[in-house]
Structure formats: C-alpha cells, structure tokens
C-alpha cells in the first residue's frame, strides 16, 4: 500500500527537525557592561518533557574552597562531594530545593547528595566560613555556566521555542524577570542579557578579615 | 575507662587537627606612649611591630572548636626603647556555634598566657588574659561581636603590676568580598601608668609613685600608677590583597579619667597580615 500523502510530509517534519538542531550562544553582562562570569544560562523547551538526567556532577574541595564556585545540573541529577584536601571538611545547604549537611569527613563520601528539586541551592563548609560554591538545580538539561568572557553556548537544541533565563549568584530578584523567548531551528543563534548585580560580599579568608571567633 | 576515651577522641583529633600560620607585621604611631595630661609632658612615638603564631583547629564536635596557638610577639620603638619589647606566648579556646554555618551566633572562652620581656628589664612580666566574646550576624554582611575580657600583668617589680577589666563591642560591615571595615567600642578599667614631671601632688593624691623614671629622658619624669577608666573609639578598614593577605589600617581616639587627671592617647596602625 502506498502510504497517504499526509503521513510523508510528517515523517519529513520530524526528520527536519532533528536535523535542524541549533546552538544558542548566551552573552551576559552585569549593569555596568562587565562580562558576567558564573551566570548560568538555561534554555527550557516549550512542552516536550526532557528525557532524565544521566550523568553524576562533581563539587570538588581543594585548597580549602569548593571547585566550581557554581555548578549547573539537570534536576534529578547526583551530585558527589569529594574532599580533595587532607584536612576535614563539613559541607551544608540551608537552600529550601535541597537541606543538607555531610558532617565532617575525608575522602570522598559513600553517598551522593540527588538534588530532586528545581532551585538554586547555595554551600557552605562549618569549618570553613569562607567556604562557599552554588549548585543550580534546572529543569532541563540544556544549560551552560558562563566563562571570564560572559559567554556561554548551549548546543544540540532540537529545533522549538524556548524559553532561556540566566541565573548569578549575585542576581538581583528572579532569572524569571529577565526571561527571553527564542525560536531555535539550525545554525546559532545569539542571545544578551543584562543582569542586575547585588555586591560580592562573600565570608574572607584572609587573616585579619576573618570574624565569628575563627583562629 | 572515661579517660581513655577522651583520650583517644583528643589524639584522633589532634591526628586530623587542622594548622593555621600567621604573620602580621607592621607600624603603630601613639600621640601620648607617656600616658601624660599636661602637653609638656607628653611624649609621641612609633614603633615597628609583629607578631607570628600557629594555631590549631580542633573541631571536637559539630557546634564546638577548639584552638590552642602559641606565638611571639615583638614592638621596636624609634626613640623610647625601654618600651621595647618581645615574649612567647600560649592560647587555648573554645569557641561554640549555636547552630550550623558562618551566620549561626556563637560564643569563644579564651585564655592568653604570654611573658613580656621588656628592654626596661623592670617592666618585664607575666601577663594573661582571659577572653569572653560573643557574636551574631545580622544579616550577611553586618555582624555584631562584643565581650569581656580580663587581663592582669604580674611583673616581679611590683610597681608594674597592672589588672585591667575590659569591655567591648564592634560592629562589622563587609563592604566588598575584600573590604571590611569595623566600628568598635571598649571601656576599660584598671591600673594605668602616666608619667608627669614632678612635682604633681594632685596625681600623688591617689596613686603609687615611682620616681626618677629615664624612659622619657630629661627632664626625668615619676611614674604614677592609678586606676584609669578610658572610654576609646575605633575605627579600622582591612583589605583583602589575595587569600592568604591583607593589608590593615586602624585609628583609635581613647581618653582617660581619673578625676582631675585626664589624658588623651591616638593610636594609628598599619599591619599586613599573612597567612598559611
Ligand atoms: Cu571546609
């Protein structure tokens, strides 16, 4: 049987669209033009459901700070926290998406922490008061953190609309505020956010700026 | 069997015990190192200054830390080098967190011991103090700290013997993630030392006297020794250079009563600080 005209032109669409995936290059700049290094930029498809989320992240500790200072991760997704020094550490989240401690330890710690809820979850060491790193917990799993240079790119975007927001640890009220609309078919496709920027006031380790009693 | 166990839980600690090295070096100017109320009297001077410790973090549980240093401490002084002086010491404290995190308030017990060895050989002596202070932070860039603090100098000439109870607060601002500036507050009372030319009946009134004091040089000068009460404001700015550094810089307005006789002291530093 010949098939209806109506069912090739689908089949075509379909395969249009795979092959139309696109990249989506994110520049963000704080209010003063500045590159805006650390952002996370994230592209949210409208209506399909993504696929779950494969691989493990890492939040390494070294020298005594979390490596990366923020880390992007599909919602779902496990997160290990391995110790790197060879001093002790005690890692905490007060962040409502994902309380948690993993009381003071070496090495790398037998469970991973799964964070199972969208949000933007901020890390501390009881230790080390200094010590601070973001884990941005997304529902999709098309994201990228920016580098020096503001800039991010996010590839492979089956062709769609998105919605694309940024988040910073600094921000300014919600990454929903600055949400841009985007229709991705081949080739890239390039986006400019303007972040508004609270002031780094992150604990010092320095000597000498160090409060709370620290010796 | 108790013991052993706290043993073994202190050994294990100190197994894993965290190290901390620091340095700081740096000037202090003082308007009035003479202590002195009448202008004539009054004698200024700058000294270097440092001070290297090694600290140990011992967290014996989640809420609570325990720090035992030692350091060494000197001051040089450009003209006065009586005032010269240098001496170890030893600390320990606890400090405990009432909850999780830098935010959380918290409490440090702390004891300094230190022996002060003095050019002036005479003024050399034992000294200690015992720290209480408390904090809490009010938001993530403003903390407020304050405590109490005890401190009592034995020297073998007891001319020299000094208690001084101290109290203080101050209030932390981080402007930037490198500059942070303090506000502080301290009243003290206790035995100060002020030298005056002679003949002063109304000091002599109320206090001890040591005569023919050459620290100062001529004209010679008495040493009184009174209880003072000094109110002092202070104000410092530190910068943080990279991790392991900063840079300092402090005033300090102080005045100092003890009816009729008041005098006032400025204190000026500037420190860099290092870390390891
Ligand atoms: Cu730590």
């Not at chain 1, 240079?149 to 590839?155: E, I, M, P, Q, S």
């Not at chain 2, 830390?65 to 404290?93: C, K």
């Not at chain 2, 050459?214 to 003072?228: H, I, N, S, V």
């Not at chain 2, 109110?231 to 307005?253: D, N, R, T």
Request: aromatic share 12%; hydrophobic share 40%.
């Amino acid at each position: 049987m010949r098939p209806s005209r109506g069912f090739v032109v689908l089949t075509v669409l379909v395969f249009a669209g795979d092959l139309l995936a696109g990249s989506l290059e994110v520049i963000v700049k704080d209010d003063k033009g500045r590159p805006g290094s650390d952002a996370v930029a994230y592209a949210v498809a409208a209506g399909a459901a993504s696929a779950a989320p494969k691989k493990q992240a890492v939040v390494d500790q070294r020298d005594k700070q979390f490596v990366p200072y923020v880390t992007a991760v599909q919602v779902g997704t496990a997160v290990i926290f391995p110790n790197s020094d060879n001093i002790r550490h005690h890692v905490y989240s007060f962040s409502p998406a994902k309380k948690f401690e993993l009381p003071l330890y070496s090495g790398v710690p037998a469970e991973p922490v799964v964070f199972d809820k969208v949000g933007f979850i901020t890390l501390g060491c009881n230790i080390h008061d200094w010590m601070i790193a973001y884990v941005a917990v997304l529902p999709t799993p098309y994201f990228q953190v920016t580098r020096q240079d503001g800039r991010a790119v996010l590839k492979d975007l089956p062709a769609g609309q998105y919605t694309v927001q940024v988040w910073h640890p600094a921000l300014k009220g919600q990454p929903e505020a600055l949400a841009q609309r985007i229709d991705v078919g081949g080739g890239t496709k390039s986006l400019l956010f303007t972040l508004p920027l609270k002031h780094d006031v992150r604990a010092k380790r320095a000597p000498g700026l160090t409060t709370g009693g620290y010796r | 069997m108790t013991l052993s166990i706290v043993l073994l839980i202190l050994f294990s600690s100190f197994a894993r015990a965290e190290w901390r090295f620091e340095g700081e070096t740096g000037v202090v100017y003082n308007s009035n190192l003479s202590n002195s109320d009448r202008s004539a009297d009054v004698r200024d001077d700058w000294a270097w200054r440092s001070d290297i410790s090694a600290a140990n973090g011992l967290q014996l549980t989640r809420d609570l830390r325990l720090n035992l240093g030692a350091d060494m401490r000197g001051e040089v002084w450009d003209r006065f080098d009586a005032f010269n002086t240098i001496g170890p010491g030893a600390s320990a404290g606890l400090r405990y967190r009432f909850g999780l995190g830098r935010q959380a308030p918290w409490v440090l017990l702390e004891d300094r011991f230190g022996y002060d060895r003095f050019h002036d050989t005479a003024q050399s002596g034992y000294d200690n103090v015992l720290n209480f202070q408390t904090g809490i932070a009010l938001s993530d860039r403003i903390a407020l700290e304050g405590g109490y603090a005890f401190e009592s100098f034995v020297s073998p000439n007891d001319f020299y013997d000094r208690q001084v109870h101290r109290g203080n607060a101050r209030m932390v601002f981080d402007v930037t993630s490198s500059l942070q500036v303090t506000v502080g507050y301290t009243y003290r009372e206790g035995d100060v030392i002020s030298y005056a030319v002679p003949p002063r009946p109304d000091i002599a009134r109320f206090s001890i006297e040591r005569e023919d004091q050459d620290e100062f040089g001529q004209p010679l000068r008495t040493a009184y020794k009174l209880l003072g009460r000094t109110h002092a404001l202070s104000f410092s700015i530190a910068y943080q250079l990279m991790k392991y550094a900063s840079v300092q810089l402090g005033y300090e307005y102080a005045i100092t009563t003890h009816d009729p006789l008041q005098y006032e002291n400025h204190l000026v530093e500037a420190n860099i600080a290092v870390a390891y």
